[in-house]
């Protein structure tokens, strides 16, 4: 079961037609300590969906989702949880610690590439993949990425990443 939170996109002036209304879905088991990260996850897929990509790619006329919108999202995930475990002593999250492992070696790049990778994603230039992947040998062991909130908008049926 997940949580809904209800947010508004702006839209441009001279926008012929609005993005129906979105919504933030958040997995019933995200703590409250884990909360903030996960609405920073999904508001930066909200900011891209509405915004970024069509600024980014103005000839596309339909956003699509990136791998540069990925790797923000799990970027300021790792930021904003930083942040939290410095005024929550002793409260861990399992997932979203060891994101924060792959942000200080400076791998969300290379993680976003390796363990959330869409089909469609042209690889991007400048990965180092072979060195994370003898870091991740060590350091993430059995490890699975997780996604415990996304973006719906009304017109998508069943979540559309």
Known sequence: MASLLGLSAGCAAGTPKPEPEPRIVVDASVS?????????????RLRWRTNTYLEQNP????????????AAARDAS???WIERREFQKGKPDGYLDR????????YIREYTWTYLRD???????GLRLAAFDAWRRVNLKDHRAETRARVEFADDGPYIQ
């Open 32 to 44: 409250q300590e884990a909360l903030p990260t996960w609405l920073a996850y999904a508001g930066i």
């Open 59 to 70: 000839d596309a006329g339909r956003y699509r989702y990136t791998f540069a919108e990925e």
């Open 78 to 80: 790792a930021r904003v």
């Open 99 to 106: 994101l924060i492992e792959v942000f200080k070696a400076g």
């Open 119 to 125: 089909p469609l994603w042209a690889e991007p230039a």
